[in-house]
């Protein structure tokens, strides 16, 4: 499929931050009929059959070659895998609002990890954005935000937290592997690998699902697989070839407030200071590290 119209792009842009940002809150719902393990499985096993479609009929089903194996592993272990199962038994002791700020601190993660690593250098603005970011951390972390005497709110954190730093393991890897088939052609044996491993540790970890399946609890299994995984995964593989690098990147600095909001309204979670300052603090720095990234990147217009 060809690359989108602008004005196309941009509006399926949007469509995707708000899929990701109201997901959030749906996977909070999801985690209270299910284990973590069987919600990010079933959910997957759902984005897998849309997708099977979606790229059938657009042509983009392939047969990976060797070479492309590695990131095929590396996005479906570290991103679809690990980050999934992670935010999904975060966000059990976490309300969804203040797991989304956490959850998106990745690119305050690759900004700190991949000069550590040699892989680029530390310029000013990532350096303020990592500060800015690490500030907002702290602010959203605070013992009047995050109540530090309940050993499951501070265990919910730290998965999320964890799960953000996989998700920047696997960012930092994908910079450095060389393509051989598109991220579009690959996405389907990422997410089939990931659904597979999902389905195996949820029936050794978890054993046989067990939930009372209502209409409730599949419209947020439709939504969060078909809408929120499926497609959002498939559209921002078009936003990419579509819109700048740069534009891409700051953009999806808008999930987090998307997921706020969507958090207020659907589970009547307030809004708190802490959580404002937080999520002011961190897109900031996320916006000023992935500036700092893409100028010294030399690519503040070319095609993801």
Not at 55 to 77: H, M, T
Not at 260 to 286: C, K, N, Q, R
């Amino acid at each position: 499929m060809n690359a989108l119209s602008p004005r196309a792009a941009v509006g399926l842009f949007l469509i995707v931050v708000l899929a990701w940002g109201v997901n959030w809150s749906v996977t909070k719902q999801l985690v209270q009929f299910l284990p973590p393990l069987w919600t990010s499985a079933i959910r997957s096993w759902i984005a897998l059959a849309g997708l099977f479609v979606i790229l059938g009929l657009s042509n983009n089903l392939v047969i990976p070659e060797r070479r492309d194996i590695p990131v095929i592993l590396s996005v479906a272990l570290l991103h679809m895998t690990i980050f999934s199962v992670l935010v999904a038994a975060g966000v059990r002791f976490l309300p969804a609002s203040k797991a989304i700020v956490l959850g998106y601190t990745t690119p305050l993660w690759v900004a700190i990890a991949a000069p550590l690593l040699g892989k680029e250098a530390l310029t000013a603005p990532k350096l303020a954005g990592a500060l800015l970011g690490l500030v907002g951390l702290a602010v959203i972390l605070n013992p009047t935000s995050i109540d530090w005497a309940n050993t499951n709110v501070v265990l919910g954190a730290g998965m999320v937290i964890l799960a953000a730093i996989s998700w920047a393991a696997n960012i930092i890897y994908l910079r450095a592997h060389r393509w051989i088939a598109s991220p579009l052609q690959l996405l389907l044996w990422q997410l089939l690998v990931a659904t597979i491993v999902l389905t195996v540790g949820a029936l050794l970890v978890e054993g046989p699902p067990h939930a009372e399946w209502s209409s409730r609890l599949i419209l947020l299994f439709l939504y969060s697989g078909l809408i929120g995984t499926g497609l959002a995964y498939w559209a921002m593989s078009m936003v990419n070839k579509s819109i700048s690098a740069l534009t891409t990147s700051l953009g999806t600095t808008g999930t987090p407030l998307v997921g706020i909001a969507s958090a207020a309204i659907l589970l009547g979670e307030p809004i708190d200071m802490s959580l404002a300052i937080a999520a002011a603090l961190i897109v900031t720095g996320i916006g000023l590290a992935t500036l700092g990234d893409r100028l010294q990147r030399g690519q503040p217009a070319t095609r993801g």
